[in-house]
Nanobody
């Protein structure tokens, strides 16, 4: 079955860096777009980044542009998000999501990984 498993969340100081990963299984990873979505405490979901098939298109929310980088390794069926210059407002649970075919919506979600930015 389709599985998305995030890892790499941690406590990091402001200004620090962190990389989170999303390991996929149960489907043809290279055939899908993916999103990174986060949910800060007491807030709604925010789409942070997206990456297309073959990595030809990437998207970043204004709040993370220039600080976060998304990439994928189709050989390893893994999605990554490198987060630099972290701020307290980046504190959230980070989810990866698979975009369904012929839709902009996420059809499968991972369980999330906690990123906490605090001194």
């Amino acid at each position: 079955q389709v599985q998305l498993v995030e890892s790499g969340g941690d406590l990091v100081q402001p200004g620090g860096s962190l990389r989170v990963s999303c390991a996929a299984s149960g489907f043809s990873f290279s055939s899908y777009w993916f999103y990174w979505v986060r949910q800060a405490p007491g807030k709604g979901l925010e789409r942070v980044s997206a990456i297309s098939i073959s990595s030809s298109v990437t998207y970043y929310a204004d709040s993370v542009k220039g600080r976060f980088t998304v990439w994928r390794d189709d050989a390893k069926n893994t999605l990554y998000l490198q987060m630099n210059s972290l701020r307290s407002e980046d504190t959230a649970v980070y989810f990866c999501g698979r975009r369904g075919n012929n839709t902009a919506h996420i059809d499968y979600w991972g369980q999330g990984t906690q990123v906490t930015v605090s001194s």
